[in-house]
């Protein structure tokens, strides 16, 4: 069992930035990678990006390259992504989840391959 937990959604301006946090841990269980997804409302469920925990590989949706980045904290199992140029239609509930097999290995896999445990999400707006 994973216990996730993301914080840091707030009201930003279009161009401004902002930067997520999570947390994935376990007592049990070995997390292998944590990725970010979002949900507008009325739309779709998409990968924003994901991390190896076990090499610190990063990758990223389209949508977002170049803009967002996934970074390492100091304590285990957490992970940061700053949000850079944001744009209204960045306006989504962004949810961190973590894996407990290896994931977020390939280009050619999903970035949200094998994300079992999620968090309860925190609300980005982009908006002026």
């Known amino acids: 069992q994973v216990q996730v937990a993301e914080s840091g959604g707030d009201l930003v301006q279009p161009g401004g930035s902002l930067r997520l946090s999570c947390e994935a841990s376990?007592?049990?269980?070995?997390?292998?990678?944590i990725a970010w997804l979002r949900q507008a409302l009325g739309k779709k469920r998409e990968a924003v990006s994901c991390?190896?925990?076990?090499?610190?590989?990063?990758r990223y949706g389209y949508a977002v390259k170049g803009r967002f980045a996934m970074s390492r904290g100091s304590a285990e199992h957490t992970v940061y992504l700053q949000m850079n140029y944001l744009k209204p239609h960045d306006t989504a509930v962004y949810y961190c989840a973590a894996a407990t097999a290896v994931a977020c290995y390939s280009d050619y896999v999903p970035l949200d391959y094998g994300m079992n445990y999620w968090g309860q999400g925190t609300l980005v707006t982009v908006s002026s």
């Open positions: 376990s007592l049990t269980d070995h997390v292998y990678a």
């Open positions: 991390m190896s925990l076990e090499d610190g590989t990063r």
